[in-house]
């Protein structure tokens, strides 16, 4: 027998675990037994199979082939941030049969990214920024059944790309892009010949092909006649500009790369402009940009009074010519205008150019990638943003609300926000919500909370139906208390989001109490509630404890982001309640006392004609870890003497008692 050293033991005793499914896994990341018919074992797979999901956790690369168990036969990467897909990126994974890559950022896919996959059937590519596709990019995958490239950013697909896919039966390819013109008559030949079906797969170019399906377009009607049709032509600045003598102009040219030929020229009344560093005049040399756009710069410093006039930038190809083309108007110094100003706010920085006095000056938004997958983003509006000059030449009125927010998480948020909700949708994007509200402790912008209030307040309306609902509000609002307290405190001050979030809290109970239940609670890392329906005549006092579990090895607080079914839930605050107003110890070990109320029996006392009243009550509680939900945004009272705004950092209990409704009821009698 050979000899084997202690690093091979430890290496087979980490593989023989990843196998098992004790996966050394990132943070967030999931592994689960693959569930599958019986006798359809992936070949060569060890017992038992397993799917690994990472998605929305930020992963900026794909998972190392060897951190993965070997018997991974589904690999769920989406809603990430990945860029790249680098060669040999999956060569371990010979089991593997579904790899989804959906909504990333993935612009660069090296040769033999996909090598070694000899068992993947399903594999998700869409909603990336995907421009170059090699042709023997899917080289090897013999076994592959379905392919989705769509939503990425090329117009057209090499001839070629799809041989050795034998297998292949659906082909998705819809882009915003697709130029259904003579460079696909081989596509439209070879899914007719291999039976392959393409689905939702629309040309988007030219206009008279324009929404048509592209498995249903005769190969003859696909031409490159002209006139040239570009998918993508943009020329920023679009609109005229109005700009004073010795000031500074860049141009930018993109358009949709077509044809290898092609050029981008710049023309300012219909002569051709040369680089020209006398006159200040400097051109960018045309470059292609992920095989999918030609680009192009053109920028005039100290400009003069002679660049007034009709500046084109015009793309020249063997199918033709497109233009786009603005006017310039050069004014002397000397007019009254407002000075250049720098914005910088949460849509982005933007550089606002000297302008006219009475002038309303416009800026493009800024385009940001859709880096969770859930914002598609919108094409760029060169009048997204605008300030107004007055007559004074004093910047006024600005607007900025047509642009997208500059942070991820807060465009995410928004598009969350704008969901329409219903009863079949409220669940499940309460859940979405809650995985978003995981990183509260990264949350930068106001409109961040605010958003989120918004979100609890729309679910509220949907609790009384739902009573699991309730709980993922409480763990939505238990994360939140994890953001900065600077971000709270304006987000209070700005629409009293932290109030609307409590008020939505008290209302769980009211709605899970009318069901007719005698009790309600729910727990989370930062949040307990308790309610209870408590007959006056029988009350002889009560007193609840809040606490935490710990176990004997505890260091720190802990983990509070999320509620999750594999997590501690001992890391949880809870409410202990007893029928007496006497305060006694909780009988639990390894136990500490958050915080406790008491109400005495008194609490529901006597009417006027000395008759004990009989009523029957709803008891609400609420603990909170700590105040960060209470803010307060007053002045001089909430300072302390180091002129530092105050906060509560002990854990806050609120109590309400209400009248039940005419419904019959359990009681909690004393």
Same mark, same amino acid.
């Given at each position: 027998m050979?000899?084997?050293c %202690? ?10 675990l990843?196998g098992?499914?004790?996966l ?6 999931k592994?689960?037994e693959?569930?599958?018919?019986? &006798?359809?074992?992936?070949?060569? =797979? ?13 992963l ?9 168990? @070997?018997?991974t036969?589904a690999?769920?990467l989406s ?7 680098k060669? $040999?990126s999956f ?25 070694g ?9 869409s909603?990336?920024r ?12 013999s076994?592959?059944? /379905? ?12 001839q ?5 896919l ?6 998705e390819?819809?882009t915003p892009?697709l130029l259904c013109?003579?460079n696909?008559?081989?596509?439209i030949?070879?899914v007719?010949e ?8 629309k ?8 929404g048509e399906?592209?498995? =249903?377009?005769?190969a003859?009607?696909?031409?490159c006649? %002209?006139?040239?049709?570009l998918?993508?032509?943009?020329m920023?600045?679009?609109?005229g500009q ?13 358009a ?5 030929g092609?050029?981008v020229l710049?023309?300012q009344d &219909?002569?051709?402009?040369?680089p020209?560093?006398s006159?200040?005049i400097?051109?960018?040399?045309s470059?292609?940009q992920?095989?999918s756009?030609?680009a192009? %710069?053109?920028?005039?410093s ?11 930038c ?5 199918r033709? @010519?497109n233009?786009?083309?603005v006017?310039i ?7 009254k205008?407002?000075?250049?100003? /720098? ?12 302008t ?11 385009r940001y990638?859709?880096?969770?997958g859930?914002?598609p983003g919108?094409s760029?509006?060169?009048? &997204? ?5 007055? /007559?004074?030449?004093?910047? =006024? ?9 500059a942070?991820?998480?807060t465009r ?17 994007t309460?859940?979405?919500?809650? %995985?978003?509200?995981?990183d509260?402790a ?13 979100m609890?307040?729309?679910f509220g ?9 309730g ?9 939140l ?7 709270l405190?304006?987000?209070?001050r700005?629409s009293?989001?932290?109030?609307r ?8 109970a009211?709605? /899970?109490?009318a069901?007719g239940?005698?009790?309600y ?5 930062n ?14 006092g ?8 710990i ?6 607080? $802990?983990d509070?982001?999320r509620r999750?079914?594999?997590?501690n839930?001992n890391?949880?605050l809870?409410?202990?309640? @007893?029928v007496?107003?006497t305060?006694?110890?909780l ?9 406790s109320i008491?109400?005495?029996a ?11 009243d009989?009523?029957?009550?709803k ?9 960060k939900l209470?803010?307060a945004t007053g002045?001089?009272?909430?300072l302390a003497?180091?002129?530092k705004?105050r ?7 609120l ?8 419904r ?7």
């Amino acid at each position: 027998m050979k000899a084997v050293c %202690a690093a091979d033991v430890l290496r087979f005793m980490a593989l023989a675990l990843l196998g098992g499914g004790c996966l050394a896994l990132p943070h967030g990341c999931k592994s689960s037994e693959e569930r599958r018919g019986a &006798g359809r074992p992936a070949p060569g =797979a060890a017992a038992p199979e397993r799917k690994v999901v990472c998605s929305n956790t930020g992963l900026l690369q794909v998972l190392p082939g060897d951190g993965l168990p @070997n018997s991974t036969v589904a690999l769920i990467l989406s809603n990430n941030k990945i860029q790249e897909l680098k060669n $040999g990126s999956f060569a371990s994974l010979y089991a593997l049969e579904r790899l989804d890559i959906r909504n990333n950022l993935i612009n660069h896919i090296e040769p033999g990214a996909f090598v070694g996959l000899l068992a993947l059937k399903r594999l998700d590519l869409s909603n990336n920024r995907i421009g170059c596709l090699n042709v023997d990019i899917f080289k090897g995958l013999s076994n592959l059944i /379905r392919l989705n490239l769509s939503g990425n950013m090329f117009s057209s697909l090499s001839q070629g790309i799809f041989d050795g896919l034998d297998s292949l039966k659906t082909l998705e390819i819809q882009t915003p892009y697709l130029l259904c013109d003579c460079n696909l008559r081989w596509l439209i030949s070879w899914v007719k010949e291999k039976g392959v079906g393409v689905r939702d797969s629309k040309c988007a170019y030219p206009r008279s092909l324009q929404g048509e399906t592209l498995g =249903a377009i005769k190969a003859e009607n696909l031409t490159c006649d %002209a006139p040239l049709e570009l998918p993508s032509f943009q020329m920023t600045p679009s609109h005229g500009q109005i700009v004073f003598k010795g000031d500074s102009l860049p141009f930018q040219c993109l358009a949709s790369y077509v044809d290898k030929g092609m050029q981008v020229l710049w023309y300012q009344d &219909g002569k051709m402009v040369e680089p020209d560093a006398s006159q200040g005049i400097v051109i960018e040399k045309s470059t292609v940009q992920n095989c999918s756009h030609i680009a192009s %710069a053109l920028t005039i410093s100290n400009i003069q009074l002679g660049s007034t006039g009709s500046w084109e930038c015009r793309v020249r190809t063997s199918r033709g @010519n497109n233009t786009r083309t603005v006017n310039i108007m050069v004014l002397e110094s000397s007019d009254k205008h407002c000075p250049p100003d /720098r914005v910088t706010n949460n849509k982005g920085d933007f550089r606002w150019p000297r302008t006219l006095a009475g002038i309303i000056a416009y800026l493009p938004c800024i385009r940001y990638p859709a880096g969770t997958g859930i914002y598609p983003g919108s094409s760029p509006d060169d009048r &997204g943003a605008w300030r107004r000059c007055d /007559r004074a030449g004093l910047w =006024a009125e600005e607007d900025y609300s047509r642009c997208q927010y500059a942070n991820d998480v807060t465009r995410v948020l928004y598009i969350i926000n704008q969901m329409p909700l219903n009863l079949t949708n409220a669940v499940t994007t309460a859940q979405q919500l809650l %995985a978003y509200t995981v990183d509260a402790a990264n949350f930068s912008d106001k409109m961040d909370v605010i958003f989120v209030a918004q979100m609890i307040e729309k679910f509220g309306k949907f609790a009384e139906k739902y009573k699991e609902l309730g709980a993922v509000m409480v763990d939505i609002s238990s994360n939140l208390m994890l953001a900065d307290e600077r971000v709270l405190w304006m987000a209070q001050r700005e629409s009293r989001a932290c109030s609307r979030i409590v008020e939505c809290l008290q209302r769980i109970a009211g709605y /899970r109490l009318a069901s007719g239940g005698p009790v309600y609670s729910t727990h989370s890392p930062n949040i307990a509630l308790e309610a209870y329906v408590i007959k006056a005549s029988t009350f002889n006092g009560m007193t609840c404890t809040v606490f935490q579990k710990i176990t004997p090895d505890r260091s720190g607080p $802990g983990d509070y982001s999320r509620r999750d079914p594999d997590l501690n839930l001992n890391r949880h605050l809870s409410f202990k309640c @007893n029928v007496t107003s006497t305060l006694s110890s909780l009988a639990l070990k390894n136990t500490i006392v958050e915080a406790s109320i008491q109400l005495p029996a008194s609490l529901f006392s006597q009417s006027n004609a000395g008759q004990k009243d009989d009523g029957t009550y709803k008891l609400q509680l609420l603990a909170f870890r700590n105040g960060k939900l209470f803010p307060a945004t007053g002045n001089s009272t909430v300072l302390a003497d180091d002129g530092k705004r105050r906060s509560v950092a002990t854990p806050v209990i609120l109590a309400k008692i209400g009248v039940l409704g005419r419904r019959q009821h359990g009681v909690i009698e004393g």
